[in-house]
Nanobody, 125 residues
Framework: QVQLVESGGGGVQAGGSLRLSCAASARTFSRSVMGWFRQAPGKEREYASTISWSRGTTYYADSVKGRFTISRDNAKNTVYLQMNSLKPEDTAIYYC??????????????????WGQGTQVTVSS
């Protein structure tokens, strides 16, 4: 039961950019907070960014603030993550998530009910 499908990952040199997309069903997308998480080898999954449904308020982890931009197109049931000024430490599998946490900026994976399969992002020096 795939609820979310990510695309746009790949390899890029440090300083470069990538744009990730996450397509969802209307049922999953509607009224949901959408988020991006990432997981590097040997590390736990960590929060990157979220965007609310009602106001489109955005939230970012300190590690990506100023470099990444999250957005959503409600008509297309799609959320995006524009990643600029990429660093080697950004290398990870990136996961799209949907949920209805009490706090729209929740950084906890357990607050999200639906997840994509992940897309690999590799940043080389």
């Amino acid at each position: 039961q795939v609820q979310l499908v990510e695309s746009g990952g790949g390899g890029v040199q440090a300083g470069g950019s990538l744009r990730l997309s996450c397509a969802a069903s209307a049922r999953t997308f509607s009224r949901s907070v959408m988020g991006w998480f990432r997981q590097a080898p040997g590390k736990e999954r960590e929060y990157a960014s979220t965007i609310s449904w009602s106001r489109g308020t955005t939230y970012y982890a300190d590690s990506v603030k100023g470099r990444f931009t999250i957005s959503r197109d409600n008509a297309k049931n799609t959320v995006y993550l524009q990643m600029n000024s990429l660093k080697p430490e950004d290398t990870a599998i990136y996961y799209c998530a949907a949920g209805r946490p009490i706090l729209s900026g929740s950084k906890y994976p357990y607050d999200y009910d639906y997840w994509g399969q992940g897309t690999q992002v590799t940043v080389s020096s």
